[in-house]
């Protein structure tokens, strides 16, 4: 089974790529984020001509995450226990979904961005990841042998070579002591990065801003991960980021991350 993350940034905006994507990479889940859609906006139909079910959850044109599968869609869950919210009043954003695909428990996670470090929305960004490493710990404790993939946009380079220039992002979000910590949390928590053993070398990136030629000079960051159960990560078999769909017309700043699965 091949299983993908990828935040496509407006799935109206991209869904001929994403549709034209899926059918060249045989990928049987793809979880993703920013469809910056709400439910009745999203392109169901496209999805079904390819054989994909849709789970998926977006309150305006803000975040938005999706789990599309063709080997099977079961209990979908919107957002997790304890998952914070933002706003005044404060309410649940469209930041987290979840679905059973062929035994697999796949979340689709868009990891609030933090904005600057000395900004409300860092601390919730924080006690957003906190509350997930209490939920995957959770998960892990009440079924050891589960099958989780926590896949998406976490908004954080957990280390140095995770950004083009560590000294460009001195004093920003992203590469913060405190954000690292928090990602490092959900790892403590029994999940393991299972692309980076298969894309380790220098400048393996996920993602670069669309200003000032960032991904035509390599200027980009790692911060799109597939984080599994010791189970699941057992099963991987290989791994990659489709840095080619980065190109061209109507890309989304994102590549997608691919991860195979063994019997």
């Known amino acids: 089974m091949r299983i993908a993350t990828w935040n496509v940034n407006s799935i109206r905006s991209r869904i001929d790529r994403v549709a034209a994507w899926l059918e060249r990479s045989d990928v049987?889940?793809?979880?993703?984020?920013?469809?910056?859609?709400?439910?009745?906006?999203?392109?169901?139909?496209?999805?079904?001509?390819?054989?994909?079910?849709?789970?998926?959850?977006?309150?305006?044109?803000?975040?938005?995450?999706?789990?599309?599968?063709?080997?099977?869609?079961?209990?979908?869950?919107?957002?997790?226990?304890?998952?914070?919210?933002?706003?005044?009043?404060?309410?649940?954003?469209?930041?987290?979904?979840?679905?059973?695909?062929?035994?697999?428990?796949?979340?689709?996670?868009?990891?609030?961005?933090?904005?600057?470090?000395?900004?409300?929305?860092?601390?919730?960004?924080?006690?957003?990841?906190?509350?997930?490493?209490?939920?995957?710990?959770?998960?892990?404790?009440?079924?050891?042998?589960?099958?989780?993939?926590?896949?998406?946009?976490?908004?954080?380079?957990?280390?140095?070579?995770?950004?083009?220039?560590?000294e460009y992002f001195e004093g920003r979000t992203h590469t913060s002591p405190a954000e690292r910590a928090a990602f490092q949390a959900v790892l403590d928590a029994g999940y393991a990065d299972v692309v980076r053993p298969h894309t380790s070398e220098p400048g393996t990136f996920t993602y670069w801003d669309y200003t000032q030629l960032r991904f035509a000079k390599r200027q980009g960051m790692r911060i799109d991960f597939a984080l599994c159960s010791p189970t699941l990560a057992g099963r991987v078999v290989g791994a990659a980021i489709d840095r080619e769909e980065r190109k061209g017309k109507g890309a989304s700043d994102h590549a997608p991350v691919v991860f195979q699965l063994g019997v």
């Open 28 to 166: 049987d889940v793809l979880a993703i984020q920013e469809t910056k859609a709400r439910d009745d906006q999203f392109p169901l139909e496209r999805f079904a001509e390819l054989g994909y079910e849709v789970a998926h959850h977006g309150l305006s044109q803000w975040n938005g995450v999706a789990v599309v599968s063709r080997v099977g869609l079961d209990d979908v869950q919107v957002g997790f226990d304890g998952m914070p919210g933002w706003g005044d009043p404060v309410v649940p954003e469209a930041r987290a979904i979840g679905a059973v695909c062929a035994g697999v428990r796949v979340w689709s996670l868009y990891v609030p961005n933090g904005r600057a470090l000395d900004d409300p929305h860092l601390d919730y960004k924080l006690g957003w990841l906190e509350a997930l490493s209490v939920a995957g710990r959770g998960w892990l404790a009440d079924d050891p042998e589960a099958q989780i993939a926590l896949l998406g946009d976490w908004n954080i380079a957990p280390t140095d070579a995770d950004v083009w220039s560590a």
